[in-house]
């Protein structure tokens, strides 16, 4: 081997080392990236949750209305009953 078959070698692996450094740093931002925008979806899916499960409390709410309805006696104009206890505060749902 000739001194410039030595330093063209040389070159070339330096070369090389210099391009895994540069693609290792690419797919390290990649990676954080990525758990960057796993970070955000679970934030989201969170807040969704959290709006699900106030959306059936008050569905909740509904049935029992409409099972109070159902249940009690009295006023055969149900239209009117519904009104009234829509228009009354909702009783606090238990979990059971």
């Known amino acids: 081997m000739s001194p410039e078959d030595v330093v063209a070698l040389l070159v070339l692996m330096t070369a090389i080392i210099a391009i895994v450094f540069i693609l290792a740093g690419v797919y390290k931002r990649h990676l954080?990236?990525?758990e960057r925008?796993?970070?955000?979806?679970?934030?989201?899916t969170a807040e969704k949750a959290a709006q699900y499960a106030a959306q059936n409390t008050q569905l909740e709410n509904?049935?029992?209305?409409?099972e109070?309805?159902?249940t009690e006696g009295g006023s055969n104009d149900l239209a009117?009953?519904?009104e009234a206890l829509r228009s009354s505060e909702p009783a606090?749902?238990?979990k059971q």
Not at 37 to 44: D, F, H, R, V, Y
Not at 62 to 66: E, F, G
């Open 32 to 34: 954080a990236f990525q």
């Open 92 to 94: 606090e749902v238990t």
């Open 68 to 70: 109070r309805i159902a």
């Open 80 to 82: 009117t009953q519904i």
């Open 62 to 66: 509904r049935v029992r209305v409409l």
């Open 37 to 44: 925008k796993l970070e955000i979806m679970a934030g989201q």
